[in-house]
């Protein structure tokens, strides 16, 4: 069954620094997603993207923050300026985006762990 | 906006009793609803989905969930918890199609033997 990957698994990195989160949606899917978890608490909506370009995002994703699809697989998410407080569960997911496909399928996460 | 409340933080039951796992949504339409589960150190695996029709859905692992507009709720039940089930339960709703998801605050289910 195909799944969302993502790499790394973990990452630590000193303040300041810039972190590229990567990530593999499922093969056939359209739309794609970043959410975070901080430790203890629940699941937050960044960013979705569809078409090449962002569709949505929330006030969590400022201008440190931003996505990019390279190729016709990866997408991947840049944080420029780590801070503290970025330290968090990344999640990657993607969907198809039609009537019948329009669950999003998670990816493991990344943890990234910011010193 | 939307939101999602997960009234219970915390559950216990034992192998082979009943789970009910509740979930109230805010929306002002009709909303497209799920269920994941996060095993610890894990990522979130789709339980089941309810976008139109049937209210009650099934999903993987043996889960069920029915949606209740009149009561906003689309609570999860298993008539059989086995000691694999213990982990964390989100309830997130959607609002349209490939929109963002609004989790919960989860519940962390444990098992006894």
């Known amino acids: 069954e195909p799944e969302v990957t993502q790499t790394p698994s973990h990452q630590v990195t000193q303040m300041g620094q810039e972190v590229i989160l990567r990530c593999v949606p499922i093969s056939n899917h359209l739309y794609f997603y970043w959410y975070r978890q901080i430790l203890g608490q629940k699941v937050e909506f960044l960013v979705s993207f569809y078409n090449n370009e962002i569709s949505e995002k929330s006030e969590i994703f400022d201008d440190q923050f931003s996505v990019e699809r390279p190729d016709g697989s990866n997408f991947t998410l840049k944080i420029r300026s780590t801070k503290l407080e970025d330290s968090a569960m990344y999640f990657c997911?993607?969907?198809?985006?039609?009537?019948?496909?329009?669950?999003?399928?998670f990816g493991p996460g990344t943890r990234l762990l910011v010193l | 906006a939307q939101s999602v409340t997960q009234p219970d933080i915390h559950i216990t039951v034992s192998e082979g009793a009943s789970l009910e796992l509740r979930c109230n949504y805010s929306y002002g339409a009709t909303p497209y609803l799920f269920w994941y589960v996060q095993s610890p150190g894990q990522g979130l695996q789709l339980l089941l989905k309810y976008f139109s029709g049937d209210t009650l859905v099934q999903g993987i692992k043996g889960f069920e969930a029915e949606f209740k507009r009149s009561q906003s709720s689309f609570n999860l039940r298993k008539p059989s918890v086995h000691w694999s089930d213990a982990a964390e339960y989100f309830c997130a709703v959607g609002t349209g199609t490939a929109s963002k998801l609004t989790f919960g605050t989860g519940t962390r289910l444990q098992v006894t033997l």
């Open positions: 997911a993607s969907s198809y985006g039609t009537t019948s496909g329009r669950a999003q399928y």
